[in-house]
């Protein structure tokens, strides 16, 4: 076994890639690939690691691979400079998402991948037959196609003549694509600014709640379709948008209403009406979810539960309202993307896809990992329950390989809600470790709790192993939280380091102040060290001057850097993110 001190000195990729990161339906940092190498360079062959916040399962899925190590694996392994000793290790997850749980266990359910194979080819081939119809679509040239993905449109009201205004002929332009912030109102000629004009609504009979609701007024904009293997596109008519009401007006309601608990996330213009499940969905595409549901029932229960997985790995962020289309610069067309990850965000024109068409292309992935488990014989043990109290003995861990909830960064139990409901078990938020207000949990909750499991992690961990943990915020207070969590729990840092990634995720990319790489850190068993008579700001000023020249060392990196410093040395964080970035960025011009 390899000193993990040795590994952590040196540059760290979390490699976004990968046959199981790009399996995952669940949000997760850093790929299986990546952490079977760290857990096979501070582990033997038959040890056990363990992650207290497992979320997707990719340490239980790194710690099977270390016996099979991928050509990924080993090509990182190189880069690295380390030479692993790979073979079976075993993993026990704590993780109190229902989701990620379900996720994590149907995955390692030891189906092989021809067994997956068959009843996915069976699955599909009965779900084209059940609700194919439904994605009928007609081509330019009269002939009968496939819909592949349809845009919405909100309508809005004009603030001067108060006429309805679609917001994708008058907002949206393509060839160049392009989304508008003000437009020309077609019926008084008029400029107006998307922002001030309000959304239209209207009366809707919803069948599934036998009651009559508001909801936002949307119409069929743009229809892209495929016949006989050539695609095309059209704008949508009136007959479309008759057809599609028409099917769904003649399938009756058969699931039991689901009503989505609000938190952080909600926003009264985007979620106007929204307050069921099925309200996320245009009415065929949530008629389509629900029979599919229900045919993946009809397996066996290993294979309907691997089936489950394909739809709901595809549901919230394909299969939603809040699928939607992005402009690329110079592009003729809009670029059909998924949902954006951490948020419940609907757009103005949000996408309609054919559910069918991304099963069958995910079907292919998930075969693909099932073949890649197979034959692993380590053992993993999955806890849906939180990790503030483990069943594990003392000192029976060898490893931890964690990444703690980052605070208030992303609620993911109301996320994983749209995909939770459809399994009828949602998580319980009462023991969620975050900052929320909607759960009346301020920081200071948030560290007691993160301090509780930690306490945990020194338990079960072995005398003189380790526990890597990864984190990251941008507020200097979650930094003390997260500090005071540790020294409460009588860890101490032995060493830091950041992990790169080769992509950020859409809230590091749009928050003001984000950070490049999370900040990971080595703990081990024993009292904190007192903190540092140095400054934040002392440390803050050497970084600057000793990484100036450096080419990749920009003000989110700094700030990354900056607080791991000041952790490893017990000084106290003061400064956020923005307070260094200005800082930053003050310092540079002062030198330019």
């Not at 016996?67 to 993993?91: I, K, Y």
């Not at 392009?178 to 000629?189: D, E, M, N, V």
């Not at 307050?275 to 066996?300: E, I, Q």
């Not at 419940?344 to 099932?370: D, M, T």
Request: glycine share 6%; with cysteine.
């Amino acid at each position: 076994m390899q000193d993990p001190k040795l590994l952590y000195a040196k540059p760290l990729q979390s490699s976004r890639s990968g046959i199981l990161y790009n399996t995952f339906p669940y949000p997760t940092k850093i790929s299986p690939e990546a952490i079977a190498v760290y857990i096979a360079c501070s582990t033997r062959p038959g040890d056990t690691v363990l992650d207290a916040f497992a979320g997707s399962g990719s340490t239980g899925m790194a710690a099977l691979l270390c016996e099979q190590p991928t050509q990924q694996m080993l090509q990182l392994a190189e880069r690295l400079g380390v030479q692993p000793e790979w073979g079976a290790r075993n993993a026990v997850l704590y993780e109190i998402g229902t989701y990620a749980s379900f996720a994590t266990a149907t995955l390692l359910n030891k189906l092989s991948a021809g067994e997956y194979k068959a009843a996915a080819d069976d699955f599909i081939k009965e779900a084209n037959k059940l609700v194919g119809p439904a994605y009928a679509a007609v081509d330019p040239k009269g002939r009968t196609g496939v819909l592949r993905y349809a845009i919405w449109s909100e309508l809005l009201r004009c603030p001067h003549c108060g006429q309805e205004v679609s917001y994708f002929d008058c907002a949206m332009s393509r060839d160049p694509a392009a989304f508008h912030k003000q437009i020309l109102c077609p019926h008084c000629r008029r400029t107006c600014k998307v922002e001030d004009m309000p959304f239209v609504t209207e009366d809707h009979w919803d069948a599934l709640l036998n009651q009559t609701i508001s909801r936002k007024k949307r119409v069929l904009a743009w229809i892209y379709g495929s016949t006989d293997g050539e695609n095309w596109d059209r704008r949508a008519a009136a007959k479309d948008l008759r057809a599609v009401r028409d099917l769904c007006a003649g399938a009756a309601p058969e699931d039991t209403p689901k009503r989505i608990q609000w938190g952080e996330l909600h926003r009264e213009g985007y979620h106007y009406g929204i307050t069921h499940l099925h309200h996320f969905y245009t009415d065929r595409n949530y008629m389509v979810m629900s029979k599919l549901w229900r045919l993946a029932d009809t397996f066996p229960r290993r294979q309907a539960d691997a089936l489950k997985l394909l739809l709901l790995s595809y549901n919230a962020t394909h299969c939603t309202l809040m699928a939607r289309v992005v402009a690329k610069k110079n592009a003729r067309d809009f670029v059909l993307t998924g949902a954006q990850s951490g948020v419940l965000y609907i757009s103005k024109a949000p996408v309609e896809k054919n559910i069918l068409w991304g099963l069958r292309r995910k079907a292919k992935v998930f075969e693909r990992a099932y073949g890649l488990l197979e034959t692993c014989t380590g053992t993993v043990d999955i806890h849906n329950v939180s990790s503030t109290h483990m069943a594990e003995p003392d000192d029976s861990i060898d490893f931890v390989f964690t990444d703690p909830p980052f605070g208030d960064f992303i609620p993911y139990a109301e996320v994983n809600q749209i995909n939770e409901l459809w399994l009828d078990r949602t998580t319980d938020r009462a023991n969620e470790v975050i900052i929320s207000e909607s759960q009346h949990k301020d920081i200071s909750a948030y560290r007691d709790m993160l301090s509780q499991v930690l306490r945990e992690v020194h338990r079960v961990l072995k005398p003189n192993h380790y526990a890597s943990v990864v984190f990251h915020a941008a507020k200097a207070a979650v930094w003390e939280a997260f500090k005071g969590a540790v020294d409460g729990a009588q860890l101490h840092i032995v060493q830091t380091n950041i992990l790169d990634k080769t992509q950020s995720s859409f809230k590091q990319i749009v928050s003001e102040g984000s950070l490049q790489g999370d900040p990971l850190f080595l703990l081990k068993k024993g009292a904190a060290a007192r903190r540092g008579r140095i400054s934040d700001k002392d440390i803050l000023d050497r970084l600057i001057r000793e990484n100036a020249s450096h080419p990749e060392f920009d003000m989110r990196r700094c700030y990354s850097m900056y607080v791991y410093t000041c952790l490893e040395s017990g000084t106290a964080v003061s400064m956020d993110a923005k307070e260094v970035y200005e800082y930053f960025q003050a310092q540079r011009g002062s030198t330019a």
